[in-house]
């Protein structure tokens, strides 16, 4: 039931994009996504509540495809600041408020 | 606000002992959460609590206790601790009873079992 991201690492030189995906194997009611610094607390980014509900934060975006049980995680001109883990946490349909995350995507943004 | 507050930061046990980590929150907070952090496994959800007197099993919930007294406190306890819990334990809040809203984590604590 734990959602599988992709990729595992990256690593970017500050000002390219990236893309994170999620994918679950069940009916999703909702996806997070958290960023985790080296020795810190995750961080809230957002939630998707819809189907093919898309997200903006700052330079960092969001989408939910309902039907296929994935969201993907953009960011775009990266910088220094977005290095960290990043996570996805799935609420199935039914689940009854718990969230199952994702093992993390590694991502590292040189100058 | 203070947020989400965990104490003690670090603890270190011997296998067989007992011991509470404690979480409080103070944005009157309907929902927590505790997860454990292991190296590649990403975060499992141990208990949750939609409200005081509500409490249910997450992924992980074997060989810990938790109580919701009041909305603000969300203690879990280690009944006997073993190695094998040796890990970094996050407690979260969020408002509401669901998880339609920001979940706030704690700074974590981390435990060490010999």
């Known amino acids: 039931q734990q959602p599988v991201q992709s990729p595992q690492a990256v690593i970017l030189r500050e000002g390219e994009d990236a893309v994170i995906n999620c994918s679950s194997s069940k009916a999703l009611y909702s996806v997070h996504w958290y960023r985790q610094k080296h020795g810190e607390a995750p961080v809230f980014l957002m939630i998707?509540?819809?189907?093919?509900e898309q997200k903006g934060h700052d330079k960092i975006s969001a989408s939910f495809n309902e039907k296929k049980q994935q969201s993907s995680l953009y960011l775009t001109a990266s910088q220094l600041s977005y290095s960290g883990t990043y996570f996805c946490?799935?609420?199935?349909?039914?689940?009854?408020?718990?969230?199952?995350f994702g093992k993390g995507t590694l991502l590292t943004v040189n100058p | 606000n203070a947020g989400v507050t965990q104490t003690p930061k670090f603890q270190v046990l011997k296998t067989g002992q007992s011991m509470t980590l404690q979480c409080a929150q103070d944005m009157n907070h309907e929902y927590m959460s505790w997860y454990r952090q292991d190296p590649g496994m990403g975060l499992r959800l141990i208990h949750y609590s939609v409200g005081a007197g509500i409490t249910d099993q997450g992924e992980v919930p074997n060989g810990y206790n938790v109580s919701r007294s009041t909305t603000e406190d969300f203690p879990l306890r280690l009944l006997s601790a073993a190695p094998s819990q040796t890990s970094v334990y996050f407690c979260?809040?969020?408002?509401?009873?669901?998880?339609?809203?920001?979940?706030?984590f704690g700074p974590g604590t981390r435990l060490l079992v010999l």
């Open positions: 998707l509540l819809k189907g093919g």
């Open positions: 979260a809040s969020s408002s509401g009873r669901g998880l339609q809203e920001t979940q706030y």
């Open positions: 946490g799935t609420e199935m349909r039914g689940s009854n408020y718990k969230l199952t």
